[in-house]
T-cell receptor, first 114, second 113 residues
Framework: AQTVTQSQPEMSVQEAETVTLSCTYD???????LFWYKQPPSRQMILVIR??????QNATENRFSVNFQKAAKSFSLKISDSQLGDAAMYFC???????????FGTGTSLTVIP | KAGVTQTPRYLIKTRGQQVTLSCSPI?????VSWYQQTPGQGLQFLFE???????NKGNFPGRFSGRQFSNSRSEMNVSTLELGDSALYLC????????????FGPGTRLTVT
């Protein structure tokens, strides 16, 4: 079974600074999709960014970007110009193109320091 | 477009009872997944339904079951509740099985006493 590992249970960043959250995954498949989800204290999980494994170009959504290293099976999330509203639990997730279940990491709790 | 809705939002049950949770997906979405979230275990996949059929299933005992209706609404049922079933149960919908990202509901907080 696929596994998703987030080795940083907690991270903190100064407001306006940049932070990178790490995620590694284990799979034998070649076609898959990776996601970062954000879960603020109110508990509603929302999608931050997604990456298709067949695309070499790293996905970017405003202040959020990923560093996708397929050979290393690494998928890190960079948050630039951190804002107080970025404080949340961040989950990395994997899903194969064949449509099997989503696999989630254990999450990284991000604190933004004013 | 309305988001994923879950009812009830909070629930308190006693051991041995059963409970049914409901999820209404985003309009047009035909896939619904259920997750159990606890501080110790994180987010664990329960099952996924598409077109009224269970397509994927996680490693949970048979006390956990679900179904999906023709309008894509889904319910999950937990019978013979145990203290360890206390958790936040999240429902997520997507357009279909496969590459599509999931959109999550606010969850149902179940407390078993």
């Amino acid at each position: 079974a696929q596994t998703v590992t987030q080795s940083q249970p907690e991270m903190s960043v100064q407001e306006a600074e940049t932070v990178t959250l790490s995620c590694t995954y284990d799979t034998s498949e070649s076609d898959y999709y990776l996601f970062w989800y954000k879960q603020p204290p109110s508990r509603q999980m929302i999608l931050v960014i997604r990456q298709e494994a067949y695309k070499q170009q790293n996905a970017t959504e405003n202040r959020f970007s990923v560093n996708f290293q397929k050979a290393a099976k690494s998928f890190s999330l960079k948050i630039s110009d951190s804002q107080l509203g970025d404080a949340a639990m961040y989950f990395c997730a994997y899903r194969s193109a064949s449509g099997n279940q989503f696999y989630f990491g254990t999450g990284t709790s991000l604190t933004v320091i004013p | 477009k309305a988001g994923v809705t879950q009812t009830p939002r909070y629930l308190i049950k006693t051991r041995g009872q059963q409970v049914t949770l409901s999820c209404s997906p985003i309009s047009g979405h035909r896939s619904v997944s259920w997750y159990q979230q606890t501080p110790g275990q994180g987010l664990q996949f329960l099952f996924e339904y598409f077109s009224e059929t269970q397509r994927n299933k996680g490693n949970f005992p048979g006390r956990f079951s679900g179904r999906q209706f023709s309008n894509s609404r889904s319910e999950m049922n937990v019978s013979t509740l145990e203290l360890g079933d206390s958790a936040l149960y999240l429902c997520a919908s997507s357009y279909a099985i496969g590459i599509y990202e999931q959109y999550f509901g606010p969850g149902t907080r179940l407390t078993v006493t």
